[in-house]
């Protein structure tokens, strides 16, 4: 091979999509879509591998303000050209590029699909995970309905996906639950990435601990990112208040998961880091009431 490197270019996208096809995993055909011009704001450096004047890999490194103490990082390779070496050379590159980030970060993450060869790759060039997510279906009528007796106990209510209570608990959950790669997530960035119109966010539910009248809190929150009930599962992003102790973030779960799943199933994202969430999920994928779809995802980083 005749390899050269340089930076990114227009249309290198279009060349390199042409000779790599269709995207092994769900990760690479989201990452591809950030190979892009380098840039100082926000920061990232993307590099082009050619063989003989053609494109045939790539890779990018980016810095995020949402989890500022890592430094994402993608390296593609066309199947022709691996095990050859180009891969660690581009990302031997980009940690070099990296070493120069004006934040100093330098430490970098990436998203694999167990099993894949991406993941086979973060491993061999020193990453280990961090995180373990997986996409879980859960059944309808699987979990007996709570029943609300006492007017001064839980209660159910509809939430505005724009009201300051309920991104205010979004942010909370989302800090809390990400210790493992540090985030600041704030009110402008909640409504920005999980709760205005453009994210597709429906509506909300959320379950107090009492009555609103009385000085309930928000003890669990669902958000909906499907319009329409149908018997496909809705897309739902599930959270609780941090500050709880775990039994009582168990009960408002399992409340607030009962009578979403009353009559239609929905679908949850699960990290392992959402421990209350995950326990609920595990139960219930050991009874046959939910089921695993797709591959799990992981999170390595050096």
Known sequence: MALTFRPWREDD????????????????????????????????????????????????????????????????VARENRRAGLGST???????????????????????????????????AGFSRIQRSRV?????????LPVFNDDSGPQLDEAATGSVELTQA??????????????????????QMLLNDATGAAGAVVLRDAPKAQGGKIA?????YTKNRTDEPADVFLGYDPELEQSEQEAALES??????????VQLEVDESMRPVARIVQALLHKGAAREVGPATEIVST
């Open 13 to 76: 996208d279009l060349a390199l999509n042409e000779l790599w096809g269709d995207p092994e995993t769900v990760q690479a055909g989201q990452f591809r879509a950030v190979l892009r011009p380098s840039s100082d704001e926000p920061w990232s450096r993307c590099i082009v591998a050619e063989d003989d004047g053609i494109p045939v890999a790539a890779g990018v490194v980016y810095e995020t303000s949402l989890h500022p103490d890592r430094l994402w990082v993608y390296v593609e």
């Open 90 to 124: 581009l990302l031997a590159m980009l940690r070099g590029e990296a070493e120069m980030a004006p934040s100093g970060v330098t430490a970098m993450r990436a998203k694999v699909e167990p099993g894949s060869s991406g993941a086979a790759f973060a491993a061999a």
């Open 136 to 144: 879980v279906v859960v059944e309808p009528g699987r979990i007996s």
């Open 170 to 191: 979004v942010v909370a959950f989302y800090n809390a639950v990400h210790g493992w790669d540090r985030s600041e997530m704030t009110l402008g960035r909640a409504q």
């Open 220 to 224: 669990a929150f669902a958000v909906s």
């Open 256 to 265: 607030l998961l009962a009578l979403l799943t009353y009559k239609y199933p």
